[in-house]
């Protein structure tokens, strides 16, 4: 019972987080023309927390890796993160805008914290055998999030204002902060060489951790890159999701157009948005209840084919192909995340695991800015364009995965952590 308590408060934690973290984006795009009166101010913002979250992960995950009480430290890089928020709201038209923006870039630095340094935490929670669907659950609280928050942000700028917007977006992420003070500890390791205790000494606190490591930071940030390039599934995984993101990102600038071209308005692109979570969403819940879940290395190479696909399909420019490629994208989206969650589980070094999350949510986060950032110009030079150019980013992101080949690939699927 403890168990699924336990994955409950963490899922709860993590839904909360996320969907307030994915509401802080629209409502701060709203809330910063509105406070200062520039058009420009909202996107300046959120490319300063985007910019900051790509070089934020790696760091954070080393403090995470290396803290006695990590979920602790989860806590309180979830409350900065809050108080950030906080500041740019309060700041917006009455301190200078550069400030604001600065402030903004701070608070981006913690970011992570709410995608890969909270799912780093899973199997301190979730036991062996039940890794793979708390994986799967795991990666539907993102889904859900992007479903839920930033409708809710329209809803709520819309009736009370954007500053409101932000507010709520504010205590969202703050009711998350429970859960991850909770959060259980590692359990202890004797560090190599160590003697085995004498017989009948006492046996170490549950819960108790091993010392810090004797080496500096900047050795752990190389230990963690390291650990990602040379694991060979680690390295396939996160080249191939990385890659993808750049394709996901120059998806996602190309909805609002389509939705203007193909029914009439702009706001529909927000519908699109909508329709891609909630297919995500359902997606991950079969996923979580197959009995006999597919090796995530299969699922995320199918994941990136079916992305390859969707991109295409939208850029016919007919109705029913553009909501076939919709559905498409996040029956593709949704998969691909749960199966990259379950590699990084499976092949992460225990010492370097909030490492291997950060830096690879970091990674994601650049790529998926990028995709975005190049696609903009491009979608209003030609919006067919821009989505084959997506499309050719997923068939590069296959062709990485192809071209490397892990020789040691697990047999089990969805084999818990340490598994070979």
Do not use: K
């Given at each position: 019972?403890?168990?699924?308590?336990?994955?409950?408060c963490y899922l709860g934690g993590a839904a909360a987080a996320r969907a307030g973290d994915e509401m802080s984006g629209p409502a701060l795009l709203l809330a910063g023309p509105a406070l200062t009166g520039s058009p420009s101010s909202g996107s300046s913002l959120l490319a300063g927390i985007m910019a900051a979250a790509a070089v934020?992960?790696?760091?954070?995950?080393?403090?995470?890796?290396?803290?006695?009480?990590?979920?602790r430290l989860l806590a309180v890089a979830l409350a900065l993160y809050v108080a950030g928020l906080a500041a740019i709201l309060l700041g917006l038209g009455r301190v200078p805008f550069t400030l604001t923006v600065l402030l903004a870039v701070g608070a981006g630095l913690l970011g992570p914290a709410l995608s890969g340094g909270w799912t780093s935490q899973l199997p301190r929670v979730a036991p062996p055998p039940g890794l793979p669907r708390a994986t799967a659950l795991d990666a539907m609280t993102f889904s859900l999030a992007a479903l839920v928050g930033p409708a809710l942000a329209g809803a709520v700028a819309g009736t009370a204002g954007?500053?409101?917007?932000?507010?709520?977006?504010?205590?969202?992420?703050?009711?998350?902060?429970?859960?991850?003070?909770?959060?259980p500890a590692p359990a202890r390791s004797a560090p190599p060489g160590a003697s085995a205790p004498p017989p009948g000494a006492s046996a170490p606190p549950p819960g108790a951790s091993a010392p810090p490591?004797?080496?500096?930071?900047?050795?752990?940030?190389?230990?963690?890159?390291?650990?990602?390039?040379?694991?060979?599934?680690?390295?396939r995984?996160?080249?191939?999701?990385?890659?993808?993101?750049?394709?996901?990102g120059a998806l996602l600038t190309c909805w609002p157009p389509l939705g203007a071209a193909v029914f009439g308005g702009a706001d529909r692109g927000a519908l699109l948005l909508s329709a891609t979570?909630?297919?995500?969403?359902?997606?991950?819940?079969?996923?979580?209840?197959?009995?006999?879940?597919?090796?995530p290395d299969t699922v995320l190479l199918g994941g990136t084919l079916l992305l390859v696909l969707a991109p295409l399909l939208?850029?016919?420019?007919?109705?029913?192909?553009?909501?076939?490629?919709?559905?498409?994208?996040?029956?593709?989206?949704?998969p691909q995340l749960t199966a990259l969650f379950a590699?990084?589980?499976?092949?992460a070094p225990e010492r370097l695991r909030g490492q291997v999350f950060t830096t690879g949510a970091s990674l994601k986060i650049t790529g998926f800015a990028l995709g975005a950032a190049l696609a903009g110009p491009l979608a209003t030079w030609s919006l067919p364009g821009a989505l084959v150019v997506a499309g050719g980013c997923e068939a590069f992101a296959v062709l990485v995965f192809v071209c490397l080949p892990d020789p040691a690939e697990a047999v089990a699927p969805f084999s818990p952590p340490g598994a070979v």
């Open positions: 019972m403890m168990r699924r308590y336990a994955l409950g934020g992960g790696p760091l954070f995950g080393v403090l995470l890796d290396r803290s006695a009480r990590p979920g954007a500053p409101a917007a932000v507010a709520v977006s504010i205590a969202l992420i703050g009711l998350a902060l429970p859960a991850a003070w909770t959060l490591p004797g080496t500096s930071v900047v050795a752990d940030l190389t230990a963690g890159l390291r650990a990602i390039v040379r694991n060979r599934s680690l390295a995984a996160t080249a191939t999701s990385v890659v993808s993101c750049v394709g996901q979570a909630a297919s995500a969403l359902v997606a991950g819940a079969v996923l979580s209840r197959h009995p006999r879940p597919p090796r939208a850029a016919t420019g007919h109705p029913a192909a553009l909501i076939a490629a919709v559905l498409l994208t996040g029956a593709a989206e949704g590699i990084r589980h499976r092949e």
